[in-house]
């Protein structure tokens, strides 16, 4: 039990450690003090996403669980699970920000996403569970998942390092599943917990669906996110020796 704790405290410490929450509020708080032709230039929507993409890949990387995988094995799940995984964290970001609350905000997203795809993310945002431990939980469940997205981008598929493996993240997903089952059975019982737990499904399922439109039609949004996972397998191999601390932590 001490150590389940101790796992928890870890990922909630981890995350935290690598949030942008604090930083994108302190650029919207500081719109009211701009004259509005500036506002453009405080409130980047791809600068924001590359940021949040940055911020989950080293909460992830910082898992000892990432750790025991190879690097061809490390590039494979974050091919695999950064789309999907990013969009499940961006409601939780978004949340906590106030990003879809504030006008500008919404303008300049909405100048890249369309007011369909916004009014969508509003949707979803409204039916996120209001314990945010929850969300965060999740995220690492998710992170460990065979894959967590819906297109197929990968063009040479019979190379992917965890193709003949995935067993190799069952033990580990299965550690943070049943972490994530044990908060949700001590904080609501078990009635409770299947209903959040069913919930934060049909959520992440909608999002799945809404990121596979979003990458299919939006060529901006394509452009980037392939760009970023791009980079981000390069960095893997090139820093092979220069690891995130673990859990965050110095």
Known sequence: MNSEWTLLS??????????????????IDSLSTLPVELHSNVINPLEIIIQMFTSIQSFISSSPHFRVLTINEQISLF?????????????????????????????????????????????????????????????????????????NKQENMERDSLLSGTFRLLGSQNVYVELLWKYMIYRYGYNKAVIRFTQLMQIFLCI??????????????????????????QSLAINENQQTQLWGKT
């Open 79 to 151: 091919e695999r699970n950064l789309h999907g995984v990013i969009g499940f964290y961006s409601t939780l970001f978004f949340r906590n920000t106030g990003i879809l609350q504030n006008v500008k905000c919404m303008e300049a997203f909405t100048n890249i996403y369309g007011p369909d795809m916004m009014l969508l993310a509003k949707k979803v945002n409204d039916r996120l569970d209001p314990d945010s431990t929850l969300i965060k939980l999740t995220l690492i469940v998710f992170a460990f998942s065979s894959n967590c997205f819906i297109v």
């Open 10 to 27: 870890n990922i909630l410490h981890a995350y935290d450690t690598y949030s942008l929450v604090s930083q994108v509020c302190q650029t």
């Open 208 to 233: 799945l669906k809404n990121l596979a439109i979003i990458h299919e039609n939006n060529q901006t949004h394509q452009t980037l996110v392939d760009g970023i996972i791009e980079k981000t397998k």
